[in-house]
């Protein structure tokens, strides 16, 4: 009796662990399932902004309409409270593709993190203004950026930019002065 007993708890215990090993491979399979959704996510976030990045280098400055969700926000300088719409982002693109024809662009690094990609990149090209002294002057300007991305539903729904915008207005001639005293 007792080892009729004992074969029914050995019976019962391995029933249970099987049965345990059921619900830990299910709950295995469906967190594989996420990973790999996510996985996919982040893998067409990435194709997003390289697709923004090759689109506004041939001056398609019709990529805000197709990839940029219409409540979009640009944060320029990073540290700005005040975003910039989309619409006002295309006009920023317009004037940029204008006056840098041939703005060219190199991803240094670019990479996911859940629903926002990170993207450094390196640029250059020729900036044409019209001066005073030239009707048509030409300075040949490069510079970076970092840029942070979140996007949803495949669309770009914000963007933060750091650049070196101080290192850009001294290759086009600008120059920063102190304010006068009493002003």
């Known amino acids: 009796m007792g080892r009729t007993l004992g ?3 050995l019976i019962a215990l391995a029933g249970l662990a099987a049965g ?15 990973v790999e959704a996510q996985r996919d996510v982040e893998a067409r ?7 923004v990045v090759a689109q506004l280098e ?7 309409q197709r990839l940029f969700a219409p409540d979009f926000k640009l ?27 041939d703005l060219a662009y190199s991803v240094l690094d670019i990479f996911p993190a859940g629903d926002r990609v990170v993207l450094r990149l390196a640029f250059q090209g020729t ?8 009707p048509y002057a030409l ?16 669309l770009i729904v914000e963007e933060i930019i750091d650049g070196d915008a101080l290192g850009l207005f001294r290759q086009l001639g600008l120059e920063l002065r102190p304010k006068e005293r009493g002003r």
């Open 20 to 34: 345990c090993g059921d619900d830990s491979e299910e709950a295995g399979s469906a967190e594989m399932a996420r």
């Open 127 to 134: 900036h044409r203004a019209a001066t005073e002294e030239k």
């Open 139 to 154: 300075t040949r300007i490069e510079g970076g950026a970092l840029i942070l991305f979140r996007l949803r539903d495949g």
């Open 58 to 64: 041939k001056g398609e400055v019709g990529v805000f």
């Open 75 to 101: 944060y320029y300088p990073s540290s700005s409270v005040t975003p910039v719409s989309r619409e006002d982002a295309m006009g920023l693109a317009k004037m940029m593709v204008t006056a840098v024809p």
């Open 45 to 51: 976030n990435v194709e997003t902004v390289r697709t």
């Open 7 to 9: 074969i029914m708890v």
